[in-house]
């Protein structure tokens, strides 16, 4: 079945340096792909998502890239702030009911 | 915005105790989701269900039972609980696709001792 991996595991940036973080997928059918951010005590929260038609999306300072020939989807945050700070999980659905999360990515962002 | 409301947010459970986990949701979604979150893992999909009186098997179904009486309310059972049950759970409810929004609830620490 579909695997996912993220990297990296912890990531440490300063306050308005771009942070970027990666996943990888095995499925070449994988339609639906996904962001979600969580914060300290609570559950993941949907930053963006994007379909299998999509190379880019840009919102707010977060960028989505998708390359379907290499299988790798990242996410950018530019100019991060220290809000910005949580655990970033990527999260891919191969067309079934479920969502195949990511291992996370700890972000610090430094003032 | 859509709600949903996890309960207990910490447990305390003995070796070989009964536990369970009660989710509610007020979004109307037929999709219930229950994951547990480890280090290195990250989320894993124990049970979900599609609608009332459904449960289905997720990745991770051993030691775990559901059961989803209503469209609202999805729980999660674990009749015999063990230490490597030691977990954060998380309950989330979507739409009729995975290709919609999950909404999550903020978690239950469970710790068996």
């Known amino acids: 079945g579909e695997q996912v991996e993220q990297r990296p595991p912890h990531l440490s940036v300063r306050e308005g340096d771009s942070a970027i973080i990666i996943c990888t997928y095995t499925?070449?059918?994988?339609?639906?792909f996904s962001w979600y951010k969580q914060e300290a005590g609570a559950g993941l929260q949907l930053l963006m998502s994007?379909?299998?038609?999509?190379d880019r999306k840009e919102e707010q300072g977060l960028t989505v890239l998708l390359n379907k020939k290499d299988k790798r989807l990242s996410l950018n945050l530019t100019a991060a702030h220290p809000g910005d700070s949580a655990v970033y999980f990527c999260?891919?659905?191969?067309?079934?009911?479920?969502?195949?999360f990511g291992s996370g990515t700890q972000l610090t962002v430094m003032p | 915005e859509a709600a949903v409301t996890q309960s207990p947010r910490n447990k305390v459970a003995v070796t070989g105790g009964k536990v369970t986990l009660s989710c509610n949701q007020t979004?109307?979604?037929?999709?219930m989701y229950w994951y547990r979150q480890d280090t290195g893992h990250g989320l894993r999909l124990i049970h979900y269900?599609?609608?009332?009186?459904?449960?289905e098997k997720g990745d991770i179904p051993d030691g775990y039972k559901a059961s989803r009486p209503s469209q609202e309310n999805f729980s999660l059972i674990l009749e015999l609980a063990t230490p490597s049950q030691t977990s954060v759970y998380f309950c989330?409810?979507?739409?009729?696709?995975?290709?919609?929004?999950?909404?999550f609830g903020h978690g239950t620490k469970l710790s068996v001792l």
């Open positions: 989330a409810s979507g739409g009729q696709t995975s290709n919609e929004r999950l909404f």
């Open positions: 499925d070449s059918a994988t339609a639906y």
């Open positions: 994007v379909l299998s038609n999509v």
């Open positions: 999260a891919v659905s191969p067309g079934s009911w479920q969502l195949i």
């Open positions: 979004n109307n979604h037929n999709n």
């Open positions: 269900s599609y609608g009332a009186g459904s449960t």
